[in-house]
């Protein structure tokens, strides 16, 4: 989640206008390749959509009214939230999108396009190999990741650096794309997969445990809540793994195994309680070393016990990004506590709606 301090206004002084009498637009600038404004668009109806799950994880579908001359095969579009203050307009991006090029149709009069549009990781998975792709022994794994990316003409990019080198030379095979092969050496430290951020950078961090993480934002029905009624709970358990295990088989080196149990007696999903263990085992295609498969391993037990999943709508929020920490206080369903926030949708228009996806791990 970025800030949202702009224009002499401070983070909060910009949330209080949000959750109070908020007076928003909306609007589109139209990029080059270079991520360079040449120009802007009109759209009468716009959604974006951010899913960690996702390959892309960030899209849009608008339909837009054509107006001015428009390079679909390089141009970009970046649509923007603008927040009207007593000292001047705030403005939000949201996003920097590759546009498909559909048909053109008469509408009233107007000429209109109905485009699909995904963030700027998609350069990285249509860009592949066209021969087998090595990186030495001894690489920084966040080297050779900046490295591909560079590869790919992308200059606006942010990965957090790290000491980890590979232990041996990893080989790519003809025709894989370049966000699969920057992915797998990320996940062999540990680290996010590549996602887009709002102003269009390409960024990857340190996966940190869920309740590690530090809140980017509170949401809590109260005399100034932003929440819209109508929010959802639910809670599955159904074959939830009570033990994880992941190897490394390679030839050119020693066989790493690690694995971790839940033999809590104060869970129910336990081994203990349930009486049976539910295995859930797979092989890395790499690792850098025997501390980031623990601590991988460790990830998924985070990521694959029980959610408490819960969907709710607010008025839209600009400065949402990727897997951000929110604190949920909410009166109807008798719910407070962190939650990572897995998946956001925004209508980009007046009164719109952001839906908002969330779950934590649960104790049982």
Known sequence: MYSLAQNGYTWDEVKQILSHTRTVSYGFDVLDKNDRAIGGAHSPDCQIFNNIDAGIQRSASLTLIEEND??????????????????????????????SSPARRSVGGAINRTVECYDKTQILNDDRFDTRYTVPKNTAYTAAVLSIISSAGIVTSDIVA??????????????????????????????????ADSFGYIRSKPYELPEAKAIDAFYATDKTSIIQPGAQEELDIFNAPNKIIRYLENAERQLLTASITNDDPNSKLSTVNRGRTIVDVASVSDIANQ????????????????????????LNMPNHEYSDCLY???????????????????DLKIGGKMKHLCRKAVGL
């Open 70 to 99: 428009i390079d679909f095969a390089s141009d970009r579009l970046r649509p923007y939230m603008r927040v009207i203050t007593d000292k001047g307009p705030l403005v939000y991006p949201l996003g920097v999108f590759l546009m």
């Open 162 to 195: 790290s000491a980890l080198e590979t232990e041996t030379a990893i080989e790519f095979p003809i025709g894989t794309s370049k966000l699969t092969a920057c992915n797998q050496l990320l996940a062999a430290i540990n680290y996010y997969p590549l996602y």
């Open 291 to 314: 501390t980031s498969l623990d601590a991988y391993v460790a990830r998924i037990m985070a990521e694959t016990k029980v959610y408490q999943k819960i969907t709710f709508e607010t």
């Open 328 to 346: 949920i206080n909410n009166s109807e369903l008798s719910i407070a506590g962190k939650y990572i926030e897995t998946a956001w949708q925004m």
